[in-house]
């Protein structure tokens, strides 16, 4: 009995279990299968489901958006630039001052001594950097594959040199830069100074100085300028690819001194040579300037008895006396070669040139310092800068002694004669006319444009 016991118990044992695991698979079954609505209200509540999510957007759009939670946004943008856009760093510009040179300029833009003379070396090869002028600009632009370095040559042509990030050669190339013009016309009348009215007139230092230049030969700035004398100018400003003006270039002027009237206007000749003309072809440049020394005022003539302001007795004053602050440029009134620079006694600092003429020298005193490139034997064109305005030897301010010697004699420098330049040739008389004509005629005719201030 106990063996049947045993038998019957196990059977309905194993198929309580066998019950149980078909019970327990019928469960998950119709637990993991998915419970689908009735589809008589299957659309009521997918509509009420979207009813409440259009709430909750409309909900969020009212609230105020904290600008510092873009950065996701901004990593998408910076992932659609193109890869051809390369970030440099921000550009460096160094301007050449009087008596600069390349070698100190390309180091103020921070490359070493090693690398100035690569670079002055692969420009020798296009434009030689020794003939950088003062007031003319370098630039230097680092970016992630290459180094620029820029001079604008002047206002049309720029100078490239470059290498890549991975080398250490570098290459030099001359571009022609693209350029925009416009022309104006402004016009002033003098008050106080020269340089105040064309600043009241809208013209920039720069562009006055050019004035200054065109009539230098026929008037002097330190002592003609009178009260009520006025000028005229049209001019073409010019600006780089960037906007940025580079320059102008005075087209015509007219300028009333004195109630004299003198009028200049720009000519390119034939042989590429630009110069400045009446306008019936004579040209505005003369054998001599009538001053060294821009925008200073004669502190003492030329007189045949005068009592020295240092040594305290009366001798002779064979020159002119031009007081200026120390470092003014100074000027070649004409054009020469070089036959004394050095100490001079009581003439300090002392300059001497012959000219063309060879009857005929300018000695300039008491100078602070000569010009780079100025000494014995060079040759100097009119109008170079060949030193600058001091009070070496006997002087009790800054200022110039200028004298005009003929054959060896000290002459007034006011009272010579200048001979003017060769005008216009006969055979292209009537080229110049048909060139020069509009641009007097813009002179006289278009009102000037308002002045400011």
């Given at each position: 009995m106990s063996e049947a016991f045993h038998r019957d118990f196990s059977e309905r044992s194993g198929?309580?279990?066998?019950?149980?695991?078909?019970?327990?698979?019928?469960?998950?079954?119709?637990?993991?299968?998915?419970?689908?609505?009735?589809?008589?209200?299957?659309?009521?509540?997918?509509?009420?489901?979207?009813?409440?999510l259009i709430l909750m957007l409309v909900s969020v759009a009212g609230k105020p958006v904290d600008a510092r939670v873009s950065a996701d946004q901004e990593e998408w943008l910076a992932a659609e630039l193109p890869l051809?856009?390369?970030?440099?760093?921000?550009?460096?510009?160094?301007?050449?001052?009087?008596?600069?040179?390349?070698?100190?300029?390309?180091?103020?833009?921070?490359?070493?001594?090693?690398?100035?003379?690569?670079?002055?070396?692969?420009?020798?090869?296009?434009y030689p950097l020794a003939r950088v002028r003062a007031g003319h600009t370098f630039e230097r632009m680092d970016h992630a594959r290459n180094i620029d370095v820029y001079y604008h040559v002047d206002a049309t042509t720029r100078l490239r040199l470059w290498r890549r990030a991975d080398s250490q050669t570098w290459q030099a190339s001359l571009s022609q830069r693209r350029i925009t013009r416009r022309q104006h016309v402004a016009s002033a009348t003098i008050e106080g100074s020269l340089l105040a009215a064309a600043a009241r007139a809208g013209l920039d230092d720069r562009t006055a100085m050019n004035l200054v230049d065109i009539f230098s030969w026929d008037i002097d700035f330190a002592r003609d300028i009178r009260k009520g004398d006025r000028f005229r100018v049209l001019y073409e400003e010019q600006f780089d690819e960037n906007g940025k003006s580079i320059g102008s270039v005075i087209l015509a002027a007219e300028f009333v001194n004195q109630g004299r009237h003198y009028k200049a206007v720009r000519y390119e000749q034939q042989n590429g040579r630009t110069h400045y003309f009446t306008p019936d072809g004579k040209s505005?440049?003369?054998?001599?300037?009538?001053?060294?020394?821009?925008?200073?005022?004669?502190?003492?003539?030329?007189?045949?008895?005068?009592?020295?302001?240092?040594?305290?007795?009366?001798?002779?004053?064979?020159?002119?006396?031009y007081a200026a602050p120390s470092g003014t440029?100074?000027?070649?009134?004409?054009?020469?070669?070089?036959?004394?620079?050095?100490?001079?006694?009581?003439?300090?600092?002392?300059?001497?040139?012959?000219?063309?003429?060879?009857?005929?020298?300018?000695?300039?005193?008491?100078?602070?310092?000569?010009?780079?490139?100025?000494?014995?034997?060079?040759?100097?064109?009119?109008?170079?800068?060949?030193?600058?305005?001091?009070?070496?030897?006997?002087?009790?301010?800054?200022?110039?002694?200028?004298?005009?010697?003929?054959?060896?004699?000290?002459?007034?420098?006011?009272?010579?004669?200048?001979?003017p330049a060769?005008?216009?040739?006969?055979?292209?008389?009537?080229?110049?006319?048909?060139?020069?004509?509009?641009?007097?005629?813009?002179?006289?005719?278009?009102?000037?444009?308002?002045?400011w201030g």
């Amino acid at each position: 009995m106990s063996e049947a016991f045993h038998r019957d118990f196990s059977e309905r044992s194993g198929n309580a279990r066998v019950r149980s695991l078909r019970a327990r698979r019928k469960h998950r079954k119709s637990t993991n299968r998915l419970s689908i609505p009735a589809p008589g209200w299957f659309p009521v509540a997918g509509a009420a489901i979207g009813f409440a999510l259009i709430l909750m957007l409309v909900s969020v759009a009212g609230k105020p958006v904290d600008a510092r939670v873009s950065a996701d946004q901004e990593e998408w943008l910076a992932a659609e630039l193109p890869l051809a856009v390369e970030v440099g760093t921000a550009p460096r510009r160094t301007v050449l001052k009087p008596g600069d040179n390349s070698q100190a300029a390309l180091q103020r833009l921070g490359f070493d001594p090693m690398t100035v003379q690569r670079i002055i070396k692969a420009a020798g090869k296009v434009y030689p950097l020794a003939r950088v002028r003062a007031g003319h600009t370098f630039e230097r632009m680092d970016h992630a594959r290459n180094i620029d370095v820029y001079y604008h040559v002047d206002a049309t042509t720029r100078l490239r040199l470059w290498r890549r990030a991975d080398s250490q050669t570098w290459q030099a190339s001359l571009s022609q830069r693209r350029i925009t013009r416009r022309q104006h016309v402004a016009s002033a009348t003098i008050e106080g100074s020269l340089l105040a009215a064309a600043a009241r007139a809208g013209l920039d230092d720069r562009t006055a100085m050019n004035l200054v230049d065109i009539f230098s030969w026929d008037i002097d700035f330190a002592r003609d300028i009178r009260k009520g004398d006025r000028f005229r100018v049209l001019y073409e400003e010019q600006f780089d690819e960037n906007g940025k003006s580079i320059g102008s270039v005075i087209l015509a002027a007219e300028f009333v001194n004195q109630g004299r009237h003198y009028k200049a206007v720009r000519y390119e000749q034939q042989n590429g040579r630009t110069h400045y003309f009446t306008p019936d072809g004579k040209s505005m440049r003369k054998a001599y300037l009538k001053a060294p020394v821009k925008f200073s005022r004669i502190s003492s003539r030329f007189q045949a008895r005068r009592k020295h302001p240092v040594l305290g007795y009366t001798r002779a004053h064979r020159g002119v006396d031009y007081a200026a602050p120390s470092g003014t440029p100074i000027h070649a009134i004409g054009d020469g070669r070089i036959v004394f620079a050095g100490w001079k006694g009581g003439y300090g600092r002392f300059l001497l040139i012959r000219h063309t003429n060879s009857s005929h020298s300018t000695a300039y005193a008491h100078m602070r310092a000569f010009a780079r490139g100025i000494k014995k034997g060079k040759r100097v064109h009119q109008g170079r800068i060949i030193g600058y305005v001091g009070m070496t030897g006997l002087a009790t301010g800054p200022h110039l002694h200028f004298e005009f010697r003929l054959r060896g004699r000290a002459v007034n420098p006011l009272t010579i004669k200048r001979s003017p330049a060769r005008p216009v040739a006969r055979v292209e008389m009537a080229r110049f006319r048909q060139q020069t004509a509009p641009l007097l005629s813009h002179l006289d005719n278009m009102p000037a444009d308002p002045a400011w201030g």
